[in-house]
DNA sequence: CGCCTTGTTCGAAGTTCGGTGAACAACGAA
DNA sequence: TTCGTTGTTCACCGAACTTCGAACAAGGCG
């Protein structure tokens, strides 16, 4: 979104970037990313394969804790994050991941759709005119 | 291994029972459970499908620490404890996460083989005379 | 009976995690 | 330029996790 914020307070990057490699990603980072009931919800979601802004996401969470778990998927490998504008797009890197880890997003959603894990994440309804 | 140790001395139990019931395995806490690199390299060797005594584990931690870990395996439903003696056999329970999380284990067992993760844990050869 | 082995539990220390509110940077619109 | 929106970062907190060494309980052995 703006990309010289951190440097241009505090001189170096403090975080990995984002957007990792696919070679990067680290299975039991993904699995720890996947061991949180809000951010499953939030895989679920982004599962449709689809672009998501963050104001989508209806979450009982301060947005802070919304960003904080948002940046924890994508250093993990499993989102895609884009800038536009004010607002930041997700998607859910299925392709890369099951190159990476063959079935695993699959058997894990399979197992969260079953029991319906993060069924406290929810959407709010995109407005027709604005996109959101 | 002494089924009373724990109400001898605190009057109550402080942790919850060993070996779970399959339906009460949380998809979260066994993904948890499988992201720790020592813990996967710790299921890596039950994938054999034979009981383990924790004396073969031969692990870079203290034995605590390897107390604590299989603990966690355990709590989450992703190993079978039986005692005898002073000590202590553990076996991958396979079919039951199979029937409760269909091909996760498979899954994360390929993707560890893939990346080697845990490898680092390995085991001491069993003496043919003592079975250690 | 002592002594060794085995694994658990405890307490302490340090780290990480999940969460919050406030401040902030960039953009867009008025 | 001013204001509102959007998402990030920060400082901070309490809870949970990781690790260790020491103490301990039970069983086996001499």
Redesign the pocket.
């Known amino acids: 979104?703006?990309a010289?914020?951190?440097t241009?307070?505090?001189g170096g990057v403090?975080?990995p970037e984002p957007n990792p490699d696919v070679d990067r990603l680290m299975l039991t980072d993904v699995l720890?990313a996947l061991?949180?009931p809000?951010r499953v919800g939030l895989v679920r979601l982004l599962a449709d394969g689809e672009e998501h802004?963050?104001?989508e996401f209806a979450v009982p969470?301060?947005?802070?804790?919304l960003?904080?778990?948002?940046?924890?998927l994508n250093t993990a490998g499993l989102t895609w994050?884009r800038d536009e504008?004010?607002?930041?797009y997700v998607r859910l890197r299925r392709a890369d991941v099951d190159a990476r880890f063959p079935n695993l997003l699959d058997t894990v959603l399979a197992a969260a759709d079953q029991d319906d894990v993060g069924s406290h994440v929810g959407t709010t309804p995109c407005d027709p005119g604005t996109g959101?």
Chains 1, 2 share one sequence.
């Open positions: 979104m703006f010289n914020y951190r241009s307070r505090l403090r975080h720890a061991s949180d809000l802004n963050f104001g969470v301060a947005k802070s804790t960003s904080h778990h948002l940046k924890v994050r504008g004010t607002r930041c959101r």
